[in-house]
Protein backbone atom coordinates (compact mmCIF):
# COMPACT_ATOMS: atom_id res chain seq x y z
CA UNK A 1 0.00 0.00 0.00
CA UNK A 2 1.65 3.42 -0.93
CA UNK A 3 1.31 6.15 1.54
CA UNK A 4 0.30 9.37 0.15
CA UNK A 5 3.02 11.82 0.66
CA UNK A 6 1.78 15.47 2.19
CA UNK A 7 3.51 18.94 0.61
CA UNK A 8 3.27 21.53 2.94
CA UNK A 9 4.25 25.21 1.42
CA UNK A 10 5.20 27.61 4.61
CA UNK A 11 5.08 31.16 3.53
CA UNK A 12 6.40 33.79 5.72
CA UNK A 13 4.84 37.18 5.42
CA UNK A 14 5.99 40.72 6.37
CA UNK A 15 4.10 43.73 6.64
CA UNK A 16 5.25 45.09 3.29
CA UNK A 17 3.71 42.05 1.64
CA UNK A 18 1.39 42.34 -1.18
CA UNK A 19 -2.20 40.63 -0.44
CA UNK A 20 -2.78 39.98 -3.84
CA UNK A 21 0.41 38.25 -4.82
CA UNK A 22 0.43 36.34 -1.92
CA UNK A 23 -3.18 35.18 -2.44
CA UNK A 24 -1.90 34.14 -5.94
CA UNK A 25 0.68 32.34 -4.41
CA UNK A 26 -2.20 30.52 -1.66
CA UNK A 27 -4.13 29.59 -4.44
CA UNK A 28 -1.67 27.96 -6.98
CA UNK A 29 -0.28 26.13 -3.38
CA UNK A 30 -3.69 24.29 -2.86
CA UNK A 31 -4.41 23.81 -6.59
CA UNK A 32 -1.40 20.96 -6.44
CA UNK A 33 -2.86 20.02 -3.38
CA UNK A 34 -0.25 20.99 -1.15
CA UNK A 35 -1.34 22.35 2.45
CA UNK A 36 -0.33 25.94 3.06
CA UNK A 37 1.03 27.72 6.27
CA UNK A 38 1.38 31.52 6.94
CA UNK A 39 3.82 32.43 9.47
CA UNK A 40 3.43 35.96 11.02
CA UNK A 41 5.14 38.18 13.66
CA UNK A 42 3.34 41.43 14.32
CA UNK A 43 -0.11 42.87 13.95
CA UNK A 44 0.99 44.12 10.23
CA UNK A 45 1.94 41.27 8.59
CA UNK A 46 -1.23 39.54 10.32
CA UNK A 47 -3.38 42.16 8.59
CA UNK A 48 -1.71 41.45 5.42
CA UNK A 49 -1.86 37.79 5.52
CA UNK A 50 -6.04 37.73 6.59
CA UNK A 51 -6.44 40.11 3.35
CA UNK A 52 -4.75 37.40 1.63
CA UNK A 53 -6.75 34.49 2.60
CA UNK A 54 -10.25 36.70 1.99
CA UNK A 55 -8.68 37.63 -1.90
CA UNK A 56 -7.53 33.92 -2.10
CA UNK A 57 -11.15 32.43 -1.07
CA UNK A 58 -12.89 34.69 -3.88
CA UNK A 59 -10.56 33.29 -6.23
CA UNK A 60 -11.17 29.77 -5.02
CA UNK A 61 -14.98 30.60 -5.23
CA UNK A 62 -15.87 29.50 -8.98
CA UNK A 63 -13.98 25.97 -7.97
CA UNK A 64 -16.25 25.27 -5.24
CA UNK A 65 -13.88 25.70 -2.44
CA UNK A 66 -13.61 28.03 0.56
CA UNK A 67 -11.09 28.32 2.40
CA UNK A 68 -10.70 28.99 6.15
CA UNK A 69 -7.83 29.85 8.56
CA UNK A 70 -6.84 27.85 11.93
CA UNK A 71 -4.07 29.90 14.00
CA UNK A 72 -1.96 29.06 16.80
CA UNK A 73 0.99 30.94 18.56
CA UNK A 74 4.53 29.06 18.57
CA UNK A 75 7.75 30.37 19.48
CA UNK A 76 10.35 31.10 17.35
CA UNK A 77 14.22 30.81 18.53
CA UNK A 78 16.21 34.09 16.66
CA UNK A 79 19.14 33.82 18.75
CA UNK A 80 21.12 33.20 15.27
CA UNK A 81 19.31 35.84 13.40
CA UNK A 82 21.72 38.94 13.29
CA UNK A 83 20.87 42.85 12.55
CA UNK A 84 23.00 45.77 12.35
CA UNK A 85 23.52 47.12 15.58
CA UNK A 86 21.70 45.32 17.58
CA UNK A 87 21.50 42.74 20.40
CA UNK A 88 19.62 39.38 18.53
CA UNK A 89 16.56 38.63 19.99
CA UNK A 90 16.53 34.63 21.60
CA UNK A 91 12.94 34.26 21.43
CA UNK A 92 9.66 35.91 19.84
CA UNK A 93 6.06 34.88 19.83
CA UNK A 94 4.82 34.45 16.21
CA UNK A 95 1.01 33.57 14.93
CA UNK A 96 0.74 30.44 12.19
CA UNK A 97 -1.85 29.87 10.22
CA UNK A 98 -3.26 26.72 9.02
CA UNK A 99 -4.88 27.23 5.35
CA UNK A 100 -8.11 24.88 5.46
CA UNK A 101 -9.62 23.99 2.40
CA UNK A 102 -13.44 23.61 2.11
CA UNK A 103 -14.71 21.37 -1.08
Do not use: H, W, Y
Not at 54 to 59: E, G, P, S
Amino acid sequence: MAKKVEELEVLKVAGSTNPSSLAGAIVKIINKNADCELITIGAGPCNQAMKAVAIANRLLGSSGMALSVKPCFFTLDLSKETQKGKEPKAEVTALKFKVIVEK
